[in-house]
Each structure stands twice: as C-alpha cells, then as structure tokens.
C-alpha cells in the first residue's frame, strides 16, 4: 500500500532492514518491496495478494487456450509459467482482433541510468513476441521526463551534479538502442522520449487528461504530498494517454498538429483513432497508472475504449524474493552490459540458494526450486518446458546441486546476453532515429477478422440530437465516476480500479 511517504523511499535492496521491520508489502511506481516481519525477513512479493488488492483478473487457463485458437500459436513461456500472471480486460483484446482485427501495443520505460538489467528486458521480450503474433503497431514511450523529475524529488528539490536534464536524454538514447537490440521490428515500432515527441495531438491528450485529475486523486494514487514538485504530480497524465492511438495520429497515416506545418485541418484530435484499442504488457507496479488511465477512457473528449493491461511479477534480485533487480545496487543484478565472467561470478557468489546447508542434507532431503534464483532466472530464459521441468524435480529428490543448477543458469544467461551485445554493436544512431522518426508504421493485422470494416473507420456523422445524447452520457459517466471515487478523494492504491 502506498503511504504517504511512499515516493521518498529507497528501493528495497538498499533499504535499512531495522527501520522495515513489521512494514507490508509495498509495490507502486516507485516502490517494490515485499512484507518485512517483525523479525526483519523480508518474505516473497505475495502476488495473490495483489490481484485481490489491485483488483486485477488471473490469466486462467482458459484465456490461454483461447489465445491459442484465436492465434494459432502456443503462448508465450512466460505466460505458459505464469510470469505474465494477470489481466484486465485480455480477453476484449482478443475480441477485438479476432474481430476488427487490430489494436494498438504501448509499452515503456523509466531510463534512470544508462544500463539495462536482465530485468528490464523481460516485458519487451514480451512484447517483441505479441507484436510478432498479432502483427500490430507498437508504440515505447522513454520517460526521460520523469526520471528527471523523480531524481529532483528524491533530492528534495536539489539539483545533483548527475541530474541534468541532458542526462536524461542521454540515457533514454542508450535504454532504446539496448531495446532495439531486443530485435524490434523497425516497419511496425516508433519508439520516443517525452523530451523530445510531446507536443502535438499528444498534449492535447495530456492537458484534456490533467483536467480529469484532481490533486488529491493523484496523490492518493501515487502517494504524493504537499511537497511532491507540480511536474511529478502531473506527470501520470503523460504516461497515461500515451496509451491512446489519437496521440500520434502520424504513425496511422494522418496529419498532427506541429512543426513545422500545422495543417488546419488537423487541429482537433481524430475521432477515427479513438476506437482503436490498446493492449499494455507491462510489470505490475506500473498498474496505478493505468487505473488511472481505465477510469477517464470514456470521459474524453472522443472516448476511447478502457486500456487492456497483462501484467507481469518482477525478476527477483540475486539476493532472492522480496526485491527486485535495482539498477542502483550493482550486486542485484545481471546488466546487459555483464561480460560472461562477470554473468558467472555474481550467479555463483550472489544468487540465493534453495539448496540444504550441506551435500548430504540436500542429497537426503532435495532443495526448493521455488526460491532458488538460478532456477527462478532459467524459468524467465529457458525456451523447453520439458527440461525447466526435469531440473526442478532432480532439484527436488536432491540428485541435482546447487552449484550444477547454477552452472545451468550461467550458460543460458551468458548465451542470451551474448546474443544481445552482439546485436546491440549494430545498433547506431542512426538505426535509433530510424525507429523514433514519425511515420505511417505497416502492419497486417489478423488477415481474417469476422468484421473486417476496421473500428478506425467508422465515423458516424453526428447530428445535433447526437451530440446532445452524447453529452448527456458523458455527464452521466462523469457523475458515476465521481461519485465512486468522490471529485477530492484520494484514489487510493488499494482502492479497486475497474
Ligand atoms: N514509468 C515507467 C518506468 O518508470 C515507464 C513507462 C512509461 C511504462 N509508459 C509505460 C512502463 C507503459 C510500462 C508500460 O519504468
């Protein structure tokens, strides 16, 4: 639950162990932490709790099965192990294509420092694969603006040596070369950073939506207080209508509202962009934004359909369950930029073990994959189900050591990450620009939707009796929505979304 104090706090890996102890599980934009007890054990993140507590669905089985049928292909491993293990609304993503045939893909990220860990890459690895499923535009939004603002706020206002705001840009640059060498399709991806993209239909999406958000209610969904900067407690608006398709009416093919040209016509927002529907994979801590987002879809000026979210849990740090791989603690965590011995020393020196204290107690009694990191990390990275499941269970009877499970880990990590520098090398400035260029982005879509006339295509000449019906429905949604949240309470993290 996000307290007052929430946003000030530091990271959990770094956290002092005395002062945590008897404290929840935390998990936020800017806090993940799991329950510390009175003993000062930090337990596993309890992600059970957190669908009751967020108010999100379960993936079930079923939803597998039908994105399979509607796909014609197997999902995903991290969906198939329950790393992606939650949702709101997939299954109207899969309506929607297997109907219309389309939807939008937005995901991002926060670039606070120039190097990405093994854990940043596990929802574009995700993504990568969706956007090859469906065949559907994507949008990544760099965040260079928060970041910025978050550090000034953590500083209490100062400006630290490190924390201009080139810097930022500068990290956002190298974050989307390194996810450019995740192997994005450039036809079908725009990639940006705040700095330099907002303006536009953009920020008319972003000022509309600031205006549906009181200060109380983002402060009660992000844990601001009086003296959180203005810049941060606006920022949610940004992250929030990036997830509309009428924010960048260029990537579909028609006109913005810039420099240099400004077409007339193109001064208000297209209507035509706000019934396509957007899915967001993204880690759960990302989830009050977008509950945010869910509760003022419809209240825009041209509604658009409430954002489907799949939800994935956190790559635990080296350490073990309860933190997450944090940039700022080195021996957390796997960075892309890690050398093979490298990879090799912090697994074998740092990654928590599930084995027993001795060889003959783990040969007698077996260890625990479950809370074992190299196993955890194998079940992120290795692609067969069949040999996942064979080391877990010669784990289990003891036949299988810790050191032998780490030898596993190692290889697998030191081959994606190999893999990874290597096309990382290719990645200049120039292909980066190619990527965060605007441009009308190709894509098919599903070839056989069961209505194939596009939900963008439809716009339905309003009369004045519509506009008034419509008005009339706004107001409504507008009521109700104040009404369950009250127009100056705070929107509170554990406060069920819709
Ligand atoms: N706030 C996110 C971060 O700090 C970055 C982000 C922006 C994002 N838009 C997103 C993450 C959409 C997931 C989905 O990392």
Redesign the pocket.
């Known amino acids: 639950m996000a307290t007052t104090d929430a946003v000030g706090a530091p990271p959990a890996v770094e956290a002092n162990i005395d002062d945590k102890k008897g404290s929840a599980q935390q998990i936020d934009?800017y806090n993940v932490a799991g329950e510390v007890d009175e003993q000062g054990n930090i337990k596993a993140i309890d992600y059970d709790r957190l669908i009751q507590e967020f108010g999100v669905q379960p993936l079930t089985p079923d939803q597998l099965q039908r994105f399979e049928t509607v796909t014609g292909k197997k999902p995903h491993r991290l969906m198939r192990r329950k790393l992606f293990f939650s949702h709101r609304d997939f299954d109207k993503i899969l309506d929607a294509y297997e109907q219309y045939g389309t939807f939008m893909l937005?995901?991002?990220?926060?670039p606070s420092s120039g190097s990405m860990h093994l854990g940043h890459t596990v929802?574009f690895l995700f993504t990568k694969e969706l956007q090859e499923i469906f065949d559907v535009p994507l949008v990544i939004?760099l965040?260079d603006d928060?970041?910025y603002l978050y550090t000034r706020h953590k500083s209490e206002g100062v400006q630290k040596p490190n924390c201009h705001i080139p810097d930022y840009l500068s990290y956002a640059h190298d974050n989307i070369k390194d996810i450019i060498a995740l192997g994005f399709d450039p036809a079908k991806t725009f990639i940006y950073s705040d700095y330099e993209f907002v303006g536009g239909h953009f920020y008319q999406n972003i000022n509309e939506f600031e205006s549906l958000v009181t200060f109380n209610q983002a402060a009660g969904a992000f844990g601001f207080t009086g003296s959180t900067n203005i810049g941060l407690i606006a920022f949610g608006a940004k992250?929030c209508v990036?997830a509309f398709p009428s924010s960048y009416p260029s990537l579909f093919g028609l006109p913005d509202y810039r420099a240099p040209d400004y077409p007339a016509a193109a001064k208000r927002r297209h209507k035509s962009l706000a019934s396509i529907p957007t899915l967001?994979p993204?880690a759960i801590d990302?989830e009050p934004y977008f509950r945010m987002l869910r509760d003022r879809c419809e209240r825009m000026t041209d509604p658009h359909p409430k954002t489907a979210l799949i939800l994935s849990k956190f790559l635990t740090a080296l350490q073990g369950p309860g933190g997450k791989m944090s940039a700022s603690d080195p021996n957390s965590a796997i960075f892309m930029s890690d050398s093979a011995s490298q990879i090799k020393n912090k697994i074998n020196k740092h990654a928590f073990s599930g084995g027993r204290e001795s060889l003959e107690e783990h040969r007698r009694l077996g260890g625990n994959p479950d809370v074992d990191v190299a196993f955890t990390y194998l079940s992120y990275f290795l692609e067969s189900d069949e040999e996942l499941e064979e080391l877990a269970s010669k784990y289990r009877s003891g036949e299988m050591l810790t050191g032998e499970m780490k030898q596993r880990c190692i290889a697998e990590l030191q081959k994606f990450v190999g893999a990874f520098q290597e096309r990382r090398k290719e990645v200049s400035d120039e292909v980066m620009r190619s990527f965060m260029r605007l441009r009308k982005l190709e894509w098919r879509g599903n070839p056989n939707p069961t209505k194939p006339a596009p939900p963008a295509s439809v716009e339905v000449p309003e009369t004045n009796g519509a506009v008034a019906a419509k008005k009339a429905e706004k107001l409504e949604v507008r009521q109700k929505v104040d009404a369950e949240q009250g127009p100056e309470q705070g929107q509170g993290v554990d406060g069920q979304g819709t």
Do not use: F, N, S, V
Request: glycine residues 12%; positive net charge.
């Open positions: 934009p937005y995901t991002g990220r926060g929802p939004m965040t928060e970041k992250q990036a967001i993204c990302q």
